[in-house]
């Protein structure tokens, strides 16, 4: 695993820095010409990927849009320079996780943390001469994600983990008894932070609907893969899941592993739909696949690393925007606060009267960063999205990536605007 580590670090940072190297240098020279429109979608993904996601279902249940990594690769390479230097490897979570930032100070307090919330399963699968191994996952209540190893005979040489991957075939599924309780709380969850009220009836309808469709919930799950040195890949996968049922139990699937064949002039979105009958289409050409299986890989997770929330009201100022915060939840990966905007919001900077914020302070405007119990204050990356509701208010999620794991109990106070946020003075909530 050692190997891997080196190549993920050449991978996403070195290859990334070295094929954009001529971009940054004539950066001045010649500034892209991105539309509006592609200027605000890429603005809501970098502060919100999963919030991005769940808008993009909302629209079109049945479709997932890929967006095309080379289009973001420099901002990811700069956010992954920032983080770390070099790749840190301690113990065994580290080694199958290599992707989660870890404290250069302190590497062993960072496995600690992210052993806590970890399941080791260790299962094997060989189908057709391509054997796969998934090792462990990490959940920290919000966010699950999976490392997988495999042994791919004839992989093409070509292959490239920086091409857009299709796998709408592979999905997480979760066990029959406890779809419906996590469903009910999701639409319920759903309804209430839009202001939505559901009768009993109302919210029993959508639940028999949702229920109706077998891949639903929807965690999101994205898979990404990555050549070793010794020919074999690691996977990893992310998925949105939160710890609305006990000890969940799921299945991963994985099918038709493939990649997209990229023309000169893609856009860098790659959009594929399933019928209700299993069809599948696509607006681009798929290569064959590199992992075909099946592969089901039946898992309980254990442990988690829950996120810690905090209610109240606290005022604060972004380059003149005034804000309010009522609530700020702290996960081991990521920091978010819910924020209401103190003025009229115009989206399209085109009535004088009301405030427009443009996509350079959406992306600047986030938590700044935190402070732990030691004293260390540790920066965070990210952004705020925000949305106009049916009654006029704007409201939105502010969120900031720690540049390393973080245990949630021992974060006393967070940077909103250049404030400092002391937890202590806000009401913890038990959720």
């Given amino acids: ?8 670090r050449r991978g996403l940072m070195d290859a990334n820095l070295a094929q954009y190297e001529r971009v940054l240098q004539d950066a001045d020279a010649a500034q892209p010409d991105f539309s ?6 890429r603005m809501r993904l970098l502060a919100d990927p999963w919030g991005w996601m769940r808008r993009r279902e909302t629209v079109s249940p049945r479709r997932r849009r890929r967006l095309n990594w080379r289009v973001i690769a420099i901002a990811a390479a700069l956010l992954l320079l920032s983080a770390c230097a070099v790749a840190v490897v301690t113990g065994q ?3 199958w996780f290599p992707s989660i930032w870890m404290d250069p100070k302190a590497p062993e307090v960072s496995e600690e943390i992210v052993s806590r919330m970890g399941t ?3 299962e ?6 391509a054997s796969v191994t998934l090792n462990a996952a990490v959940w920290d209540g919000q966010e699950l994600r999976l ?3 495999a042994e791919v005979p004839d992989l093409p040489e070509d292959f490239s983990s920086e091409a857009p991957f299709y796998d709408l075939e592979c999905r997480l599924i979760m066990a029959e008894d406890q779809r419906e309780a996590y469903l009910r709380k999701e639409i319920a969850l759903s309804h209430a932070n839009s202001h939505i009220d559901l009768t009993e009836e109302e919210l029993e309808e959508l639940v028999q609907s949702h229920l109706e469709y077998p891949d639903d919930p929807d965690f999101h799950s994205v898979v990404r893969a990555a050549r070793q040195e010794d020919g074999t890949l690691i996977l990893q996968v992310m998925a949105a899941l939160f710890d609305y049922v006990e000890d969940p139990e799921l299945t991963l699937h994985i099918e038709n592993l493939a990649t997209y064949k990229v023309e000169e002039g893609d856009d860098g979105i790659f959009t594929s739909s399933r019928a209700p009958d299993g069809t ?3 607006d681009h050409e798929i290569n064959d696949p590199f992992l075909k299986g099946p592969f089901d890989f039946t898992f309980t997770l254990d442990n988690k690393l829950s996120p810690i929330s905090y209610a109240g009201d606290i005022d604060a100022t972004y380059e003149n925007i005034p804000l309010r915060v009522s609530k700020i939840t702290v996960m081991a990966f990521q920091v978010c606060a819910n924020v209401d905007l103190l003025a009229l919001l115009d989206p399209t900077g085109e009535d004088p009267d009301k405030l427009h914020i443009s996509l350079e302070q959406n992306l600047a405007m986030s938590l700044n960063g935190l402070w732990t119990e030691d004293g260390e204050y540790v920066e965070c990356i990210g952004g705020t999205a925000f949305s106009v509701e049916q009654d006029g208010k704007t409201g939105g999620e502010m969120r900031g990536n720690p540049v390393h794991v973080i245990d949630p109990a021992q974060v006393t106070a967070v940077c909103i605007g250049g404030k400092r946020v002391e937890l202590s003075e806000l009401t913890r909530l038990d959720e």
């Fill in 93 to 95: 979570f580290t080694q």
């Fill in 280 to 282: 599948v289409t696509t």
């Fill in 120 to 122: 080791v399963i260790g």
């Fill in 147 to 149: 490392s997988l190893t």
């Fill in 124 to 129: 094997p699968q060989t189908v057709d001469g």
């Fill in 36 to 41: 509006p429109a592609y200027l605000r979608e």
């Fill in 1 to 8: 695993m050692t190997r891997f580590d080196s190549s993920l």
